[in-house]
């Protein structure tokens, strides 16, 4: 019997398949099934498991295909993912403040309260960061015209010294 943090032997021969992968070469699941001697489906733990470990130790990026099977991800795939990532994070963190600020409001004891607000501060960090910039404001913007000149400190500072001369 393993120990429960080694890696399945499912596991270490779909990692393996992973790394010899070429680059946009899709596979079906039907088609690794068979190439490995066991069933692989998208919501086999050995085959999440090993995506992950593809990616953190051998630098190999694994894209899921929903329905069929897999490719080895290309960098341009990996920058595509990233936005679905920003976006879960996003939402992770709306929740977590959403959640803080309701503990906030409960009779917390001091230690306890700080925690919350530590994690609300980091939680409203973390989301607006992530999000993409939202106008404020549906009015119309005015045009440089009509906006006025930028005030000069350095003029209005030495006219004022200049004035006291005379």
Same mark, same amino acid.
């Given at each position: 019997?393993?120990?429960?943090?080694?890696?399945?032997?499912?596991?270490?021969?779909?990692?393996?398949?992973?790394?010899? &992968?070429?680059?946009?070469?899709?596979?079906?699941?039907?088609?690794?099934?068979l190439?490995?001697?066991?069933?692989?489906?998208?919501?086999?733990?050995?085959?999440?498991s090993?995506?992950?470990?593809?990616e953190?130790?051998? !630098?190999?990026?694994?894209?899921?295909?929903?329905?069929? !099977?897999?490719?080895? !991800?290309? !960098?341009?795939?990996?920058?595509?993912?990233?936005a679905? &990532?920003?976006?879960?994070?996003?939402?992770?963190?709306?929740?977590?403040?959403?959640?803080?600020? &309701?503990?906030?409001?409960?009779?917390?004891?001091?230690?306890?309260? &700080?925690?919350?607000?530590?994690?609300?501060?980091?939680?409203?960090?973390?989301?607006?960061t992530t999000?993409?910039?939202?106008?404020?404001?549906?009015?119309?913007?005015?045009?440089?015209?009509?906006?006025?000149?930028?005030f000069?400190?350095?003029?209005?500072l030495?006219?004022?010294?200049?004035?006291?001369?005379?």
């Open positions: 019997m393993r120990k429960s943090f080694e890696q399945s032997a499912e596991t270490v021969k779909i990692v393996n398949m992973f790394r010899d &992968l070429k680059y946009d070469e899709p596979i079906s699941f039907a088609q690794a099934s190439t490995i001697g066991f069933p692989i489906k998208s919501t086999t733990p050995a085959y999440q090993a995506k992950l470990i593809a953190r130790d051998h !630098g190999v990026y694994v894209a899921t295909i929903r329905k069929f !099977g897999f490719s080895r !991800g290309t !960098g341009k795939d990996m920058i595509s993912s990233g679905g &990532l920003f976006s879960s994070i996003r939402k992770k963190s709306t929740r977590i403040a959403s959640r803080m600020l &309701l503990a906030i409001n409960e009779n917390l004891n001091e230690k306890d309260h &700080l925690v919350a607000v530590e994690m609300y501060s980091r939680a409203n960090i973390i989301a607006s999000s993409a910039a939202v106008t404020s404001s549906n009015r119309k913007r005015p045009d440089i015209g009509d906006q006025a000149s930028v000069d400190f350095a003029t209005a030495s006219n004022i010294k200049g004035a006291g001369k005379s």
